[in-house]
């Protein structure tokens, strides 16, 4: 079962990239990203309710909560989105691969049970490598405000590795509908008093069905089932497996941009998924292929 959905949030986020693509055309970043959210709070709010989920009711819960909301969400996506007037997307695939290069050293401080082994270093650079031979055409800063944008998504790839890692620290008690709904409601005040002041009156926008399409399965499939899904397998599997995700999506996403928009496929994408790939079985896999030997060598 954790396989399966940690696939299947591989190819949740790894299709969100092409929906972002098309919206970007019609509505600017930061507004869009707010729509997104603030679409997925009025959607998960009655679903709460009628499940009889319990929200969070502590002190201390709401202060994680607040905090991991920002990280989260405030400014990993904002970080995101304002970088990518600056930068190419393929450098920014490769700077927010860095989330497992972080989740890796956050996991080692703030996980005792999670420990750093060589086969997990090894994993994440040379999956942080394998996005980086994918985009290498891309790999470019040509200006100060480009440099401030690589800067901006690094610190956004560590916001959301440390928000995934207290999660998983700290929220077990919690419901990932709940996580997801209170985060999003602690996060998006920040990007809509920042969409308002940099990006205006969002009514007066051009919501075609395009956007608002875009707009609907970004907000049901790439927020609410993907966050619900992850802090569902975050709760299952050691941190630094789970934000591996944020190795594949890109090369999905690659994929997924040839296939449904006809985008050119770098030649150099297949030699980048192996690599990929090789890392996702060092990290994923390579430990479960283990564990039956050891028990075995034990008798």
Same mark, same amino acid.
């Given at each position: 079962?954790?396989? +399966?959905?940690?696939?299947?949030?591989?190819?949740?986020?790894?299709?969100?990239?092409?929906?972002?693509?098309?919206? %970007?055309?019609?509505?600017?970043? $930061? &507004?869009?990203?707010?729509? @997104? /959210?603030?679409?997925?709070?009025?959607? %998960?709010?009655? +679903?709460?309710?009628?499940?009889? !989920?319990?929200?969070?009711?502590?002190?201390?819960?709401?202060? %994680?909560?607040?905090? &991991?909301?920002?990280?989260?969400?405030?400014?990993?996506?904002?970080?995101?989105?304002?970088?990518?007037?600056?930068?190419?997307?393929?450098?920014?695939?490769?700077?927010?691969?860095?989330? &497992?290069? /972080?989740?890796?050293?956050?996991?080692?401080?703030?996980?005792?049970?999670?420990?750093?082994?060589?086969?997990?270093? $090894?994993?994440?650079?040379?999956?942080?490598?394998?996005?980086?031979?994918?985009?290498?055409?891309?790999?470019?800063?040509?200006?100060?405000? *480009? !440099?401030?944008?690589? %800067? #901006?998504?690094?610190?956004?790839?560590?916001?959301?590795?440390?928000?995934?890692?207290?999660?998983?620290?700290?929220?077990?008690?919690?419901?990932?509908?709940?996580?997801?709904?209170?985060?999003?409601?602690?996060?998006?005040?920040?990007?809509?008093?920042?969409?308002?002041?940099?990006?205006?009156?969002?009514?007066?926008?051009?919501?075609?069905?395009?956007?608002?399409?875009?707009?609907?399965?970004?907000?049901?499939?790439?927020?609410?089932?993907?966050?619900?899904?992850?802090?569902?397998?975050?709760? @299952?599997?050691?941190?630094?497996? *789970?934000?591996?995700?944020?190795?594949?999506? =890109?090369?999905?996403?690659?994929?997924?941009?040839?296939?449904?928009?006809?985008?050119?496929? =770098?030649?150099?994408?297949?030699?980048?998924?192996?690599?990929?790939?090789?890392?996702?079985?060092?990290?994923?896999?390579?430990?479960?292929?283990?564990? =039956?030997?050891?028990? #075995?060598?034990?008798?």
């Amino acid at each position: 079962m954790n396989v +399966l959905v940690w696939i299947i949030l591989c190819l949740i986020w790894g299709s969100t990239w092409i929906f972002i693509k098309i919206g %970007l055309v019609e509505l600017p970043p $930061i &507004t869009f990203a707010a729509a @997104r /959210f603030g679409l997925a709070i009025v959607i %998960l709010a009655p +679903l709460i309710k009628l499940l009889g !989920f319990r929200m969070p009711s502590t002190r201390s819960e709401w202060k %994680l909560i607040a905090l &991991t909301g920002f990280l989260q969400f405030s400014l990993n996506y904002s970080a995101v989105f304002w970088s990518e007037q600056y930068i190419t997307s393929g450098l920014a695939a490769v700077l927010q691969a860095t989330i &497992t290069v /972080f989740g890796l050293l956050l996991a080692w401080i703030f996980l005792p049970s999670e420990k750093m082994t060589k086969a997990k270093i $090894i994993g994440v650079a040379v999956g942080v490598i394998g996005v980086a031979v994918i985009f290498i055409d891309q790999l470019r800063v040509e200006s100060r405000m *480009a !440099f401030l944008g690589c %800067l #901006a998504i690094v610190a956004g790839a560590y916001a959301a590795a440390q928000a995934s890692i207290l999660i998983k620290a700290k929220a077990s008690a919690l419901h990932p509908a709940t996580l997801v709904f209170s985060q999003m409601i602690c996060g998006l005040p920040a990007i809509v008093i920042y969409a308002l002041a940099a990006e205006g009156n969002p009514l007066k926008l051009n919501w075609s069905w395009t956007a608002i399409g875009c707009v609907v399965y970004l907000t049901v499939a790439g927020t609410i089932a993907a966050f619900w899904l992850y802090y569902w397998l975050l709760s @299952r599997i050691e941190s630094t497996k *789970a934000m591996m995700i944020s190795l594949v999506t =890109p090369l999905l996403a690659v994929v997924i941009g040839a296939v449904f928009l006809g985008e050119m496929l =770098p030649p150099q994408t297949f030699f980048g998924g192996l690599l990929i790939i090789a890392s996702i079985g060092l990290i994923v896999i390579r430990r479960k292929a283990l564990k =039956p030997q050891m028990d #075995a060598d034990k008798r």
